[in-house]
């Protein structure tokens, strides 16, 4: 290339110097829209986490005989470690049961003079939508409605809770993604409407331009490399205002009150990354692209 | 130099551009295209530099059908070509220097080139005071000169001006066309449009007249001499209309 990159460097300083509002508008355009973003990323995982991990705690309980012997329950054990599809069986024994209970409701458990519940295993299917099938497995072995093992009193029967769950959990993933998705081209559009704006602005410096003989590129150049600065000057400010948020607002609530803390959200540094490259290829491309029409003469 | 050879362009409102008009300019030439708005001389300034295709008929420069020439390589065409438009057409963001160095810049020569180029032009057009003022601190004058200086500075061997006195006062419009008669003077074919008689008929050059986009007068005239200095050529600009001759 006969031009060096330090002259489309300057010229492209030269137009934002002189043409300052335009360039302004992208700039708090792009800024904003990307907090938009950045707050939005870890609000989609937060929810998404959330609900994966409710449908994590989906579970199978299954009840022993009241007089269910030691032996019986590591037969019981066994069988259910060998059905397919489950991941984990815990097992809880009637005095831990009764420690639990108790702690969760005193004054009712005080008045029991002995233990009335059994010993309990809890059934972890290796995915929340495995849980009916693990569920028919134990409660209705071989499609004969009988018991897998005959030391087994009773299973949970939560199929109605455990169908809702997963419906709502599957709305939340999906509802979010359609968000996310459509935050997404919300940006992409506005980040090209203000290009396209400012570049409308100085449509006739392409006309005299192109009269003067310059070639497509080299009129381009000067405007993709202007994209590129006002994007990472505005995910610089973007990131710069998210991080402060972060240690001011967010740390302290996450410190007192657990919700927020808990699902795992993208680190700050993937974070500001994300938003980097995003500001970046858009601002860049889309600079790029809005001249084309401007270039028709 | 520029040859049209039956040249038809249509508009899409249906109006006609030029039809079926042709002529010819030899090297050297400075001719003059009169007639009234809508006559077609912005057609035939836009057709020469690519900006509008023909709907009929073939344009040749230097012997070259312009209709072969591809889209990408319009503004390698387009630089040996000088425009000079009405509204001088200059860059609002750049000042009288950056304005001429930019057409230099465009064709990729090194900034030392431009150093010893530009001074030199602007000198030619009587700029060399005003080199870092920006086009809005410039009066009519001053900017049509800028943009004939940027027009000019490659040396291109033809320069197009579509009304380039248009927007500016007699006197001023004296200066330009004796700048653009110096310019023909180191062999530039010049083809001016105007609609100013009073000023073409002083001149004494080659005239075609279009009138609905055909070609109704070529005055070939030959009245003038070739050699005359661009202060006679000044001078009998400011002199009373003489009786128009007519061959």
Known sequence: MKHSLGFFLRESLRAMRRNAAPSFAALATVTVTLIVVGVFIPIVQATTGAANSAAGKVMVDVYMQRHATHAEDARVMGELRRLPHVQRVVFESKAQALAQQRKQDPLAYELLSGNPLPDTFHVYPTAPSAVLAVRAEIADAGGQGQMLDPAIASVSNHTQDTKRLLTVTRFVTITAALLAALLIAASVLLIGNTIRLSLYARRREVEVMKLVGATDWFIRWPFVIEGVVVGAAAAVMAIVTLAVAKVVVLDPLASNWGLISAPRTIGIVPLMFVLLVAGVGVSAVGSGLSLRRFLRV | ?247
Do not use: C, W
């Not at chain 2, 040749?60 to 509204?87: C, E, H, M, T």
């Not at chain 2, 180029?117 to 057009?125: E, Q, S």
């Not at chain 2, 291109?156 to 004296?174: F, M, R, V």
């Open chain 2, 1 to 247: 130099m520029i040859e049209f050879r039956a040249v038809t362009k249509k508009y899409g409102t249906g109006a006609f551009g030029l039809d079926e008009a042709t002529f010819s300019v030899d090297r050297g030439d400075f001719v003059f295209m009169i007639g009234s708005t809508g006559s077609g001389k912005s057609t035939v300034m836009r057709l020469l530099i690519k900006e509008l295709e023909p709907t009929e008929g073939t344009i040749l420069v230097a012997g070259r059908d312009i209709s072969s020439i591809k889209r990408r390589q319009v503004p390698f065409y387009r630089r040996n070509i000088g425009v000079v438009f009405q509204d001088f057409k200059l860059l609002p963001n750049r000042t009288v220097y950056d304005n001429v160095a930019y057409a230099l810049q465009v064709t990729g020569h090194s900034r030392k080139e431009i150093r010893a180029k530009v001074p030199d032009i602007l000198r030619l057009t009587g700029l060399s005071t005003k080199l870092h003022n920006y086009p809005d601190q410039l009066s009519g004058g001053e900017q049509q000169r800028v943009s004939i200086a940027r027009a000019f500075v490659n040396h291109p061997p033809l320069l197009l001006a579509d009304e380039p006195t248009g927007n500016l006062d007699p006197e001023t419009s004296i200066d330009i066309m004796r700048l653009l008669y110096r310019i023909n003077r180191t062999g530039t074919t010049v083809l001016v449009a105007t609609h100013d008689h009073a000023m073409v008929d002083k001149m004494r050059r080659r005239v075609l007249e279009l009138s609905r986009g055909r070609v109704v007068r070529d005055e070939a005239t030959g009245l003038y001499t070739r050699d005359e200095s661009t202060r006679e050529f000044a001078q009998r600009l400011r002199s009373p209309a003489e009786a128009p001759q007519i061959l």
